[in-house]
Nanobody, 123 residues
């Protein structure tokens, strides 16, 4: 089972940027599709962005498209989420997750999750 550790969260003003990182242990990471999800207070966890195993394809939730960018480094077992033009509604715990099936990533039905990192966007 792949272990994931997120970092890079924090407090940022609206309009600012943050870069989240997700460090993966060895295992199936390099063959797996990866995603970022978030859960705001009182809401269900939702898909934010996904990237396929080789980094050639990505997919974004509509509200973040053009502002957030997902990338991966398969040499160093890392996944990143660059978040620009952050909005207060982006306040949430952000989770990294992975699965061998691309459809499962987009659907949030993944094999493994990280513990999450808190992002707070002040207005």
């Amino acid at each position: 089972q792949v272990q994931l550790v997120e970092s890079g969260g924090g407090l940022v003003q609206a309009g600012g940027s943050l870069r989240l990182s997700c460090a993966a242990s060895t295992g199936t990471f390099r063959d797996d599709n990866m995603g970022w999800f978030r859960q705001a207070p009182g809401k269900e966890r939702e898909f934010v962005a996904g990237i396929n195993w080789n980094g050639y394809n990505d997919y974004y939730e509509a509200s973040v498209k053009g502002r957030f960018f997902i990338s991966r480094d398969n040499v160093n077992n890392m996944v990143y989420l660059q978040m620009n033009s952050l909005k207060p509604e982006g306040t949430a715990i952000y989770y990294c997750a992975g699965d061998s099936n691309w459809g499962q990533v987009v659907a949030g039905l993944v094999d493994y999750w990280g513990q999450g990192t808190q992002v707070t966007v002040s207005s």
